[in-house]
């Protein structure tokens, strides 16, 4: 089975600290996503990431920057968090199954981010 | 801009019956569709995928349907268990190698026994 792990279930931080939040997935995905949920807007993405030292912005990145340095780990880092960064994050890997081209994402159990 | 549309916040079925969740979609690039379904305290789990060549795909007891004149596509569920109470969110991408995907806000499904 897939495994995509995350470094905390539950956070609480101070407005202006520094954030990390770590995910590890034991597949050899190429492929490793930030993602955060927010009632009424569902799943959006913050950054992405297609091989090691290789990062893309996703559709919400400010505020936000990432670190894959290796393949089965993914850093997303709040340089300065702040309130509006209240949420739950969620880490994906993914595969692609040979001969279809169809894949999917695999999630880690989300990482509920309290900013004070 | 929601690319990515599920207007039924929430959907009350009962226990096996046929439930039908709905998405509709903005982007005439999106080419590939996923479902996915997520617990409370519990990333999402991945339910079935349609590529835009096909129509219909079904896996056991789920079906999705795609109608791409429409820009519409569904997720059938029969019969309907309890274990299906869940949050299950559509999601998109433009090609399907990208694996950018882009969601809906989610629809909260509740099977009553």
């Not at chain 1, 950054?47 to 912005?57: G, L």
């Not at chain 2, 005439?28 to 997520?38: A, Q, V």
Request: proline share 4%.
């Amino acid at each position: 089975d897939v495994k995509v792990t995350q470094s905390s279930r539950y956070l609480v931080k101070r407005t202006g600290e520094k954030v990390f939040l770590e995910c590890v997935q034991d597949m050899d995905h190429e492929n490793m996503f930030w993602y955060r949920q927010d009632p009424g807007l569902g799943l959006r993405l913050i950054y992405f990431s297609y091989d090691v030292k290789m990062k893309e912005k996703g559709d919400i990145p400010e505020g936000y920057s990432v670190s894959r340095e290796k393949k089965e780990r993914f850093s997303l880092i709040l340089e300065s968090a702040s309130t509006n960064q209240t949420s739950m994050y969620l880490c994906a890997s993914s595969s692609v199954f040979e001969g279809t081209g169809d894949y999917e994402q695999y999630f880690g159990p989300g990482t509920r981010l309290t900013v004070t | 801009d929601q690319q990515v549309k599920q207007n039924s916040p929430s959907l009350s079925v009962q226990e096996g019956r046929i439930s039908i969740l709905n998405c509709d979609y903005t982007n005439s690039m999106f080419d590939y569709f996923l479902w996915y379904k997520k617990y409370p305290a519990e990333g999402p789990t991945f339910l079935i995928s349609i590529s835009s060549i096909k129509d219909k795909n079904e896996d056991g007891r789920f079906t999705v349907f795609l109608n791409k004149s429409a820009k519409h596509l569904s997720l059938h569920i029969v019969p309907s268990q309890p274990g299906d109470s869940a949050v299950y969110f559509c999601a998109a991408s433009e090609a399907q190698g990208a694996q950018k995907l882009v969601f809906g806000q989610g629809t909260r499904l509740t099977i009553n026994p």
